[in-house]
């Protein structure tokens, strides 16, 4: 779930089931009833969590603060695209090599590529475009995901 004025909560189902909420205020992970929260007033946490609301949703301006971003539209469609994402931050640099995005009306993958060597591969499946959140989508954001 996506929303501007909450940030980002989304479900993961495997390798095991856990929920990931990042906000401006940091990264909370959820897993088997335990809470593991990153506080993110400074430094990193903070960061990442506000960078995953403008790439998630496209906001290629906002990202241009940390990133040099290349967007290409798809020759075939009018509404698929591809962007890649360089750290032009420093402390982004130290982590993450870049970013790897594609979508059309909602961003269908996102590659983290890291430093070292590791990555991060996040699918889009199943996304829904509410003019108004659902109860479901509300209840993500709460840390013990009732209201």
Avoid: C
Avoid at 7 to 18: D, I, K, M, N
Avoid at 31 to 37: D, E, V
Avoid at 74 to 81: F, G, L, P, Q, V
Avoid at 123 to 138: C, D, N, R, T, Y
Wanted: charged share 20%; hydrophobic share 40%.
């Amino acid at each position: 779930f996506l929303f501007p004025s909450k940030g980002l909560a989304w479900r993961v189902f495997e390798p095991f089931e856990s929920r990931l909420i990042m906000t401006s205020e940091g990264i909370t992970q959820i897993t088997h009833g335990s809470i593991m929260k990153v506080v993110g007033t400074t430094g990193l946490a903070k960061l990442i969590g506000g960078l995953m609301y403008p790439a998630l949703s496209g906001d290629w301006q906002k990202l241009k603060n940390n990133f040099e971003v290349n967007v290409e539209q798809s020759a075939a469609t009018d509404t698929e695209w591809t962007a890649s994402l360089r750290p032009v931050n420093e402390t982004i640099g130290k982590i993450i090599e870049s970013i790897e995005l594609t979508g059309g009306t909602t961003t269908r993958s996102l590659i983290i590529f890291k430093t070292n060597g590791d990555r991060d591969e996040i699918q889009f499946k199943s996304q829904e475009i509410l003019s108004v959140p659902s109860k479901e989508a509300i209840n993500a954001f709460s840390i013990d995901g009732n209201n």
